[in-house]
Every structure is written in C-alpha cells, then in structure tokens.
C-alpha cells in the first residue's frame, strides 16, 4: 500500500480504537447526550418564555444555536483524550509501531465526530419535541446537518493543536472553556447581534460561530422576514462561508496539529 492508504487504515484502526473507548465509558457518550437535552429544554421553556423572536417562535431561533454551541463544547473532547493519552503514555507506545504519525489526530477527530453526529441527532429529536421544525427541502436540511459536522471535525483539530500546546489536561481544560464561551456568547447564538453595544456587534457579526448559525437557520428554514437583515458581509452569505471556515480551519490546524504530536512523541 502507499502512504496514503496507510494513513488511512492507521487512522480507521486508531478510530476503532476510540470507539471501544466510548463503549466501555459510558459516562463520556452520556455527557455528550445528556447535556444537549439539558441545553435544549432550558432554553425552549426558561429562555423562551422570556424572549420574543419578531415572526418566530424563540424555539425555533435558538435550536440552531444549541446545535452550534454542543459541538463546539463537545470539540473539547479531542483535546481532552489527547492530553489524557500523553499522561498516560500511550503515544510512547505508539511511536513504536509501524504506523502513520497521522494516525492518532485523524482517529481520535474522526471518533469524536461519531460523537457529535449522535448529540446533534438526540438535540433534534428533542428539539421537535418543543416545537422546532425545518421548513426547507431535504436537501437542505441534510446540507445544514453536514455542515455542522464539517465545522465540529475543523474545530477538533484546533482543540487537538491546543491541547498538544499545552499537554496536560487540567490547564488544557480551562484554556479551552475560556476559549469556547466568548465564541459561543459573543454570536448571534441566542440574541440577535444587532442588539449588541458599540464594538462588541461587529466582533459577534464576524464570529465565525454567528455565520455558523445564521447558515444552519438559512438552511432549516428557522428565518422571519419580520426579523432585522443582517448587514455584515459573513452574515449575508452565511452557507458559503460558513463552509470557507471550516476548510480554513482544516487548512491551519492539521498541519499544525501534525507537527506538534510529532513534537511530542520526539521527546
């Protein structure tokens, strides 16, 4: 075989891997489970009986910013494992099989979006439940799913390169709950940016997260025409760049990612 499909078949066997994992810690799946529901119920019944969407129901507004806020939570997961697998030892015992260097980042990012495929079909569900529906095609539909997907597999590589930054898990954990909560609340997650003082709007209009969202809305059909138009270019043609962020995202952090875990299984 060539390099490629060796690196393909080490990263399957590392995702195996993983999975076995998750089978044999229930706990972690139930996190990633659970806490969605959680999410979604607080939100649709605390939050929505307190907020007017113009057009809409808050249900229905919020339920794309559940979706986007779960995965990138559950991105952190990435990092997590692989600080855990460097205190362990485990990539020592990597380092001395024929295997890809590759391996590991690509094995562990593709189980974790198992994971997240399994918490965005629980918030769904849920999610119709308390009243959220998609009025768009099939098509549609599937391509806002995807593209969830796409952008939580970009998002783990950036935490699997923090976490290969720092390397231990407790200082990985707080570094990544700092950086996740200003993405996630500073977005038009669950308010309307346009609501937002001085130079906080123009950081939440080009969050990635907020293009994240109002494309997921766009694609489910979760929009009012009595809601304000965005004016700022990335929330204007959310689909498209919402996919040229992700592909960024891979572009800068795979590589980077790589060259760290070479780093330290080197030591």
Do not use: C
Not at 54 to 68: A, D, K, Q, T
Not at 94 to 109: D, E, I, N, Y
Not at 197 to 224: C, D, H, M, Y
């Amino acid at each position: 075989m060539n390099t490629l499909q060796v690196a393909f078949a080490d990263g399957v066997t590392i995702a195996k891997r993983n999975a076995l994992k998750i089978r044999r810690a229930p706990d972690l799946l139930g996190g990633v489970v659970m806490l969605p529901i959680v999410f979604v119920l607080l939100f649709a019944y605390v939050f929505g009986s307190m907020i007017n969407m113009p057009g809409m129901s808050y249900g229905e507004y919020m339920l794309p910013g559940i979706f986007v806020m779960t995965i990138v939570s559950s991105a952190q997961i990435t990092g997590y494992t692989l600080t855990q697998d460097l205190r362990k030892g485990i990539f020592d015992r990597f380092r001395t099989l024929p295997m890809s260097p590759s391996a590991v980042l690509t094995g562990q990012t593709v189980s974790d979006v198992i994971m997240n495929l399994t918490s965005v079909v629980t918030m769904a569900l849920v999610g119709l439940l308390v009243g959220w529906r998609v009025h768009t095609s099939p098509f549609e539909a599937a391509l806002g799913f995807l593209m969830l997907l796409l952008f939580s597999y970009a998002f783990s590589w950036v935490t699997a390169t923090v976490a290969l930054a720092l390397r231990t898990p407790e200082v990985f954990n707080n570094v990544a709950t700092i950086m996740s909560f200003p993405l996630v609340f500073l977005s038009n997650a669950f308010a309307d940016t346009a609501r937002l003082p001085g130079p906080l709007k123009p950081i939440a209009e080009w969050n990635p997260v907020s293009t994240l969202v109002q494309a997921a809305r766009e694609l489910f059909g979760n929009t009012s025409p009595a809601m304000p138009v965005a004016g700022a270019w990335p929330l204007r043609h959310a689909v498209p760049v919402s996919l040229l962020w992700s592909l960024l995202l891979l572009a800068v952090f795979v590589p980077l990612a790589t060259r760290l875990y070479k780093k330290a299984v080197s030591r």
